[in-house]
């Protein structure tokens, strides 16, 4: 089984920063897209970031020079460094991952994961 735990969420003040870590686990072949999606109340889920295995990145236009995403291939870890942060930020922050299953009946298929989701609130 694999599973997808983040961390680093919090409360904090407009123009501040956080970093969200977010570390894979289980019996893991390989891992394709990383990236991060957020819900704020009342509105539908939308990507954020996303990294590929070989690093490229695609951000939404409404974090473009704001946050950056990244990973460490060698600890199966995604993060996401929020700078600027805005009022409108606000949000539960969701992990995501296409991960290769390494064991069980589905052994080399990829499955898609998510995490548990950390919040995230930017105050005035």
């Known amino acids: 089984q694999v599973q997808l735990v983040e961390s680093g969420g919090g409360l904090v003040q407009a123009g501040g920063t956080l970093r969200l870590p977010c570390a894979a686990s289980?019996?893991?072949?390989?891992?394709?897209?990383m990236g991060w999606y957020r819900q704020a109340p009342g509105k539908q889920r939308e990507l954020v970031a996303a990294?590929?295995?070989?690093?490229?990145?695609n951000y939404a236009d409404s974090v473009k020079g704001r946050f950056t995403i990244s990973r460490d291939n060698a600890k199966n870890t995604v993060y996401l460094q929020m700078n600027s942060l805005k009022l409108e930020d606000t949000a539960v922050y969701y992990c995501?991952?296409?991960?290769?299953?390494?064991?069980?009946?589905?052994?080399?298929?990829?499955?898609?994961?998510w995490g548990q989701g950390t919040l995230v609130t930017v105050s005035s």
């Open positions: 990294v590929r295995s070989i690093g490229t990145t």
């Open positions: 289980g019996s893991i072949l390989s891992i394709d897209v």
């Open positions: 995501n991952a296409n991960i290769r299953l390494g064991a069980g009946p589905e052994l080399g298929r990829y499955r898609e994961v």
